[in-house]
């Protein structure tokens, strides 16, 4: 399992050519931590494969990813199918593209793709894009049968805007096949962070449909006390027409839901999920009325 660990200098969203000025994000009803996940599907967009993509189209395609992800202007990033240098999606390291295109001056990618095959290499992971210092960053590869190419970064930021109190967030990438897998693969979750007494936010593709949230995501509600988003969630896959709800956040009792809103960008495979969370009782503390969780779809221009 290889690990990369980088930083870039802030720098603006690069924008083609006629193509209008993304339309700046809602403002926030209560200081907090404003977060989101995508699958970015190697940057292949809606193509069948990545490989079947020169260089040029790939990077256009982050460029768009990185436009929106600008937009948004999350503190935390989770992706998953995200590239380092890979042989099937370009040779170059897509997060550090990402990092450097949409402003993000820490980042943290984890390989779980096993698969080496010399000047094949395939480079492979999740991995989590801040605006904060990313403390103690991990990466674990779930490694449970020869084809397992999933697993989750963490890491731990601390938001002045959270009052200095440090939450853990994860980026996570759950098997698309089998119910079996992906409950073993939680485990491995849960070992990892119970009691670890921070806040927690998970983050990601959890390839788990609703039908499914009694067998998988009990687990994750019993043994680490993570629960969705009361009301709000809408389908994340196939983008260009969602029927399932693949793509969750994830937070402890001690947070709470602001916002949720899932993205109408379709950007790869998946659409993004965004979310902006404040420390339980934060509003009552700060004198803000508290305003429903409610979804806004907007279109990629």
Request: with cysteine; net charge positive; proline share 6%.
């Amino acid at each position: 399992m290889a690990i990369t660990i980088f930083g870039r200098a802030a720098r603006g969203t690069r924008r083609r050519r006629g193509e209008a000025e993304p339309a700046p994000a809602p403002a926030m009803a209560a200081p907090g931590l404003r977060v989101l996940t995508l699958n970015v599907a190697h940057a292949r967009r809606q193509a069948q494969h990545q490989a079947l993509l020169k260089e040029p189209t790939l990077r256009r395609n982050l460029e768009a990813i990185a436009a929106v992800l600008g937009r948004e202007r999350s503190d935390v990033v989770a992706l998953q199918e995200a590239d380092g240098p890979s042989a099937w999606s370009g040779g170059f390291d897509h997060v550090e593209t990402l990092a450097r295109l949409a402003g993000f001056d820490h980042t943290f990618r984890g390989e779980h793709n096993p698969f080496s095959l010399g000047r094949l290499d395939l480079s492979s992971g999740t991995a989590l894009l801040s605006k904060l210092p990313l403390e103690a960053p991990r990466s674990h590869a779930f490694q449970q049968n020869w084809r397992d190419t999933k697993g989750f970064v963490a890491a731990t930021v601390t938001p002045d805007a959270l009052g200095g109190t440090a939450v853990d967030v994860v980026s996570i990438h759950l098997d698309f096949l089998a119910e079996r897998v992906r409950r073993r693969q939680i485990e491995q979750l849960v070992d990892r962070f119970a009691g670890s007494g921070r806040p927690l936010a998970v983050l990601g593709d959890f390839n788990c449909e609703l039908g499914e949230r009694r067998r998988s995501f009990d687990l994750l509600a019993h043994e680490l006390r993570l629960r969705p988003v009361e009301r709000g969630g809408s389908p994340t896959f196939p983008a260009w027409r969602p029927l399932v709800r693949l793509d969750w956040i994830l937070v402890s009792p001690e947070l709470e839901f602001v916002r949720y809103r899932t993205l109408e960008d379709r950007l790869s495979d998946h659409l993004g999920v965004v979310a902006e969370l404040r420390l339980r009782g934060a509003a009552a503390a700060t004198g803000e009325d508290d305003e429903p969780t409610r979804v806004v779809r907007r279109r990629a221009h």
